[in-house]
């Protein structure tokens, strides 16, 4: 257990960089096999003109997503940053050789109607993750500066409509997230992040977790489907409704996860996000 605790340096550079990257792969090529099997079945579920976006929140419904995103290397790494934390959160990031798709610069926490600000994301690489394949970008340090302005994306290649305004940070000190299949990244709710689009003939995929310490809260009015899984320690906040863990190996979420994004400009006012 000892192996998968997180140094003082490796908590120091999160705390100082709000990313962490070098860490040991934590699936195995065989495990990772298994997970891009696994998003075929999943994929089979969706209907027509849908794509790998509507999968979401979808580790309500499968155990297999479930299961990764409770993998208990995972967990202690996020105990470590976190303390006591619930799981709440996950979706892909699927970009196919040669895809235009971008994801423009912004802070998950603007996007989320969670209070206080002590969530992380989990981006789990299904595949080798470099430059020319689209790896994410992180803006060093800028999640100690609060929330940033955020407008909504005029660049249609975004996956994302709210994006940072422009000229709030550096976008030359950004840092690539390379990674091989299996290993992961750590990234702060409020570090300022991104990713362009894919340059080579090879797809990269990851699969984002979310966690938050029970500390945090979600205003139910905004997200109302909101569900927790308390992965370590005791939740004494009890603040969030809990969600049942799946039975079936592979399911559909019939509803929507609501972002701030998507509940619109009431949601964002009622934040004081403008
Ligand atoms: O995978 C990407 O390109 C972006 C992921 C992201 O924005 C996130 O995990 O919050």
Known sequence: MLNNRLSDAQKTFFEQNGYLIGLPPVFTPEEVRQMNAGLDELMKLLRPGEDSKEIREWHESSRFLYDICMNETILDYVEDLLGPFYFWASNFFIKEPHSKSTVGWHQDAYYWPLE??????????????????????????????????????QATDSVLTLECEKGQFREDSAVSLILKAGQISIHDDNVVH??????????????????SSTKVKCDLSINPHFKTYLCRGVDAYRHNP????????????????????????DAERKLGLK
């Open 116 to 153: 206080p600000h002590e969530s992380l994301t989990v981006w789990i690489a299904m595949d080798d993750v470099d430059e020319e394949n689209a790896a994410m970008q992180v803006i060093p340090g800028s999640h100690k500066v609060g929330l940033l302005k955020h407008a909504r994306s």
């Open 194 to 211: 991104g990713s362009p689009a894919n340059r080579s003939n090879r797809r990269r995929a990851g699969l984002t977790a979310r966690y």
């Open 242 to 265: 809990i969600g049942a863990v799946p039975k079936q190996m592979y399911g559909r979420l019939e509803r929507k996860h609501i972002s701030v994004e998507e509940a619109g400009d």
